[in-house]
């Protein structure tokens, strides 16, 4: 099998086992454990983990905060438009995508309530617009009065109030997400201070998830394929923590790939650094992890990047045999789905 192709990262998936509700409880999630020492695969419950982490296991957390990013807005004809909000520009304006693109040939406003107007710019060849908005009332206020949770399309129903709470991690603060770090969805408070106790330290870094995190590989060859640059930072205290906690030799454990990348991206010749860049670091089988020494994932769209990447990490045999397991013992899957630790 070429690990080039894009073929090579398909899988059949029944479309009843992608979960379109999270459960009741964060942590009743199911846990595969997957080790890649012997190769073995343990079904356990995601509240299992406080008996498997070890007490100086270090956890990286990505704490970005998902935003009501789609919005709803009307042309002057009455046509109703749908856009997806990505990121914001220095002068206030805001990179997004619209839909359906066909009913906007033209730049011009749309008027998304008697407060918010945004004027619409055309789009580039990825289909991502400009967007620069006027508001007689407070821009965030009026957002998170009216903006919808940016459910994922496989998630087959309209958001709803309780999407504001569960597409949401327990310990996210910094706004800017269009998507959830899903990974870090199963944890509650009481799991988190439960691993402290344990003596585990918790580390946070911020990647804002946007369309280079979900957008799909369409090339053949996935080398080809062109990942969008996400923001990202680690500050100083955690890129020092993280630098010790490897030279005392500690083991790195990641939630989600939105970190994993985080932290790969910022590794140089002396360690992890620490600042704000922009990465667009995509990760597949061939690529030398630096930094995690374990990770924690949710199950990913076939012939998705994300895939690819714990493919990198756990070894592509290893988890395509894990993927078929998780199909075979019925795992709920993707955003609201089970969990995977590869350690």
Known sequence: M??????????????????QYPLE?????????????????RHRAFSDLISILKPDDVLVVNNSKVFPARLYGEKDNGTQIEVLLLNPGADGSWECLVHPGKRLKNPQWLKFSPTLSGYVGMGDEEGIREIKFESDADFWSEIHRIGHVPLPPYISRDDSDHDRDR?????????????????????????????????????????????????????????EHKMHSECAEISEAVASQINAAKESGRR???????????????????????????????????????????????????????????????????????????????????????AMLIE
């Open 167 to 223: 597409y949401q991690t327990v310990y996210a603060s910094q706004r800017g997400s269009v998507a959830a770090p899903t990974a870090g969805l199963h944890f509650t408070k009481e799991l988190i201070s439960a691993l402290k106790a344990k003596g585990i330290m918790i580390c946070e870094i911020t990647l804002h998830v946007g369309i280079g995190t979900f957008r799909p590989v369409k090339c053949e060859y996935i080398i």
């Open 25 to 41: 409880t964060r942590d009743a999630s199911r846990l595969m454990h997957v080790s890649r020492a012997d190769g073995t695969i």
């Open 252 to 338: 790195i454990i990641t939630v989600g790939t939105t970190t994993t990348r985080t932290l790969e991206s910022f590794w140089g010749p002396s360690g992890l650094e620490s600042g704000i860049k922009w990465t667009n670091i995509f990760i597949y089988p061939g690529y030398q992890f630096r930094v995690t020494d374990a990770m924690i994932t949710n199950f990913h769209l076939p012939e998705s990047t994300l895939l690819m990447m714990i493919s990198a990490f756990g070894g592509y045999e290893l988890i395509k045999g894990a993927y078929a397991q998780a199909v075979a013992e019925r795992y709920r899957f993707f955003s609201y789905g089970d």
């Open 2 to 19: 070429d690990l080039l192709k894009r073929e090579a990262y398909a899988y059949d998936l029944p479309k009843e086992l992608i979960a």
